[in-house]
Structure formats: structure tokens, C-alpha cells
């Protein structure tokens, strides 16, 4: 079992939509992470989250938005998306301050978003 | 800007042949660390293997080993002794520390298939 959970695994939405992805970890990290993954394209990073703090905002749309009320919850807000946002959004977690493999990042299952 | 490019899309293997899965990377920094994740059909990322850029001996985890060429740039994922399991997605990706946080680059991935 992962260390790192993600629900709901699957969501369809329309474009006027509102809806939430929920990415929680159980590992006692203190830096949390969203990646995109598309069709055909690398991974994408889109947000970092370092002790509760934004330090990382990937020219992200403003139609996603993150939010991180402790070390080990972490939240998508989606709204008015577009078909192209259909992914599969993964969401990940390390422990800062240690380089090398000790902060590797560990990711969860990831929630695959359809827009219709 | 750090750059991973992964040039074999797909690659078919037969059950206890070894496969080397490719991976070079462009980078300015000095110090970097080299990240080798599988993701099996259930999507989650499932770390293999780590080499840092200043360690001089490559990295082994079990079957798992990195040829680290740093000269060429190149840091290659050698399985030895392919199981049915290993059919997934490989990605190869660099990692740079921001404020603490691992933010990683990835790679386009290779599909590996193993055939019976």
C-alpha cells in the first residue's frame, strides 16, 4: 500500500464544473507535490508545496488551484476547465533538506481527470 | 534548463534477457541527482533507483543498475534478468533542490514489454 493516497482515483467533469482533488501522505514528509501527466508528454511539474508554503507555481493556469493546509494534505481545486486538462494528475511527497535518494519523491496513485 | 531525453519509445524483451533502457540529460548544474521511477498500468510511480552526480560508483538496487556515463550525460537503466512484472512504463528524470523540495524533470518514458 502507498504511502501517498489520492481520491477520488477517477473524475469526469464538465467545463462549468467545481471539484476537488485530495492528495494525503502518511509519511511524515514535509514537501508535497502535483504532476501532470498527459498523453504523449513528459511529466509535468505544477505545483511545489514546501512546509506549507507555495515555491513552486509552473506557469500554471489560474483555473487550478492548489491548496495546502498542513504537511500532509494537499489539495486541486478545479474550475472551469478545458477538455486539454484531461490527465492523469499525480500528486507526490518528499522529506526537505535531504538530497540525494533520501529525498526521493514518493507519489500516489494519481487521479485521472476527464473534462468533457 | 535541465533536459532528460529518453529516445526509445517502446522496447520488447524476451522473459530473462537483460534490456538497457536509455537516458540522457542536458544540465548546467554541478550537483544533480539522477532518478530512475516505473509506472505500472495502475499509474503510480514507483522509484528504482538513484545515482547522485558526484557519486563515482554506479548505483545498483537489486536487479536494478545505472550505467552513469557523466562525461556523456548519460545514465542508463540496466535490468538484469527480466520478469513479466517488469512490463511498464520507465521514466527517467533529474532532480535540482529548490528550497529543500525535489523538483524533478522527466523524461518522455519507454514502454518495456517482456514477452514470455
Known amino acids: 500500500e502507498t504511502g501517498v493516497t489520492q481520491t477520488p482515483r477517477h473524475l469526469v467533469m464538465g467545463m462549468t464544473n467545481k471539484k476537488s482533488l485530495k492528495c494525503e501522505q502518511h509519511?511524515?514528509?514535509?514537501?508535497m507535490y502535483w504532476y501532470k501527466q498527459s498523453a504523449k508528454k513528459p511529466l509535468e511539474l505544477m505545483f511545489v508545496y514546501n512546509f506549507k508554503e507555495q515555491t513552486e507555481n509552473n506557469s500554471v493556469p489560474s483555473r487550478f488551484s492548489p491548496e495546502c493546509p498542513n504537511s500532509s494534505h494537499l489539495f486541486l481545486h478545479l474550475h472551469t476547465l478545458q477538455p486539454e486538462d484531461s490527465a492523469l494528475y499525480l500528486c507526490?511527497?518528499?522529506?526537505?533538506?535531504?538530497?540525494?535518494?533520501?529525498?526521493?519523491?514518493?507519489f500516489g496513485e494519481g487521479s485521472r481527470l476527464t473534462v468533457l | 534548463a535541465q533536459k532528460i531525453t529518453q529516445t526509445q519509445p517502446g522496447m520488447f524483451v524476451q522473459e530473462k534477457e537483460a534490456v538497457t533502457l536509455d537516458c540522457t540529460y542536458d544540465?548546467?548544474?554541478?550537483?544533480?541527482?539522477l532518478f530512475w521511477y516505473k509506472q505500472p498500468s495502475s499509474g503510480e510511480m514507483i522509484f528504482l533507483i538513484y545515482q547522485g552526480s558526484y557519486d563515482e560508483q554506479n548505483a545498483t538496487e537489486g536487479r536494478y543498475s545505472l550505467n552513469f556515463q557523466k562525461a556523456r550525460k548519460s545514465a542508463n537503466l540496466v535490468i538484469s534478468a527480466s520478469q513479466l512484472g517488469d512490463s511498464a512504463m520507465y521514466f527517467c528524470?533529474?532532480?535540482?533542490?529548490?528550497?529543500?523540495?525535489?523538483?524533478?524533470?522527466f523524461g518522455q518514458g519507454t514502454r518495456l514489454t517482456i514477452n514470455p
Open positions: 528524470a533529474m532532480s535540482r533542490l529548490i528550497q529543500g523540495a525535489q523538483k524533478l524533470v
Open positions: 544540465t548546467s548544474d554541478q550537483s544533480y541527482g
Open positions: 509519511l511524515g514528509h514535509n514537501a
Open positions: 507526490a511527497s518528499s522529506q526537505v533538506g535531504l538530497a540525494g535518494r533520501s529525498g526521493e519523491l514518493f
